[in-house]
């Protein structure tokens, strides 16, 4: 029997939703997320109704796991079998529970993906970098923890996803069509041209350093020039600003640089390249401006270098975590 598009839709949907269960239950394996990548891949569908139940994953919150406890985790209907509204109901209430546990489930060494990683195409680890040459002569140097998705292109346009992270691109002469880089809650639009992107949490950074860039977010729109960077957040664009072209791209080199920073926000910056956790005792240091130029692959003497400076100690602990006390 031929199914409709609707019953088609509906299978694909009930088995996204199981596959985000099993993977943030805690019981799955390397090949189970190896499983859920191959599966998302098969169609623009299939990668849709998966980042639909990821986003329901993370939407549902407290009155989803209510139910849960109520009703416990339910038994998934097998892909020919009709889904009922309770099944439905239950099935997210099952990923809003998960959401719950989500620092027991997700080990924070990033032994495996996060949620929103679950879809990304490409990945780094802690204190990796990587460069990638895709399709339209595009190529992009991914930061650490950094996570992209390359949808399949449409008309005149290549897009990319940067997830989460940080990531460089260039757009050279002789790519066929300009590129477009989602982020968060805005779009950067380049045609040769060779800009940085900033996508953490809430808000988003983009640096052009060559050409210029088109930057969306919502009804407005900014044009970047050489050397010119701004912030936008679901608020709207900030300001544009001038900045030093060293400054902006010496993350390329394995170089971290803090101007006025505070210490707080240099750990936080720290501890993106360095495995297990850095943690700030002393919250009176917190607010300590930071000025110097740190290579990434010696934190732990930046980490001494620091304490020296602002009287403070470092102990190591188990499991990569230093205390800065």
Known sequence: MIRSDGGERTELRTDARRLITHLLSGEAKRSDFDAADLWRRQSPAHEREFAEAARLWRNLGAAGRDLVAQE???????PAAP????AMLVGGGALAAAAASAAVVMPPLG????LDELRADYRTATGEQRRLMLPGDVAVRMNTQT???VPVSHGDLDQITLIAGEASFEVPAQAARALVVAADSGLTIGSVARFDIRNFGNSVCVTCSQGKVRVESGPHVATLGANQQLRYDRAGLGQTVSVNPNDAAAWLDGVLIFRDTPLADVIAELNRYRPGKIVLMRSALANR???GRFRVDRIDDVLTWLA???GART???????MLVV
């Open 72 to 78: 416990g985790v339910p038994v998934w209907p097998s």
């Open 83 to 86: 889904m009922s509204r309770r």
């Open 111 to 114: 032994l495996w993906p996060s």
């Open 147 to 149: 996570a992209i998705s």
């Open 289 to 291: 401006t930071v000025n």
């Open 308 to 310: 020296q400076a602002y």
């Open 315 to 321: 102990r190591s602990l188990p499991g990569g975590v």
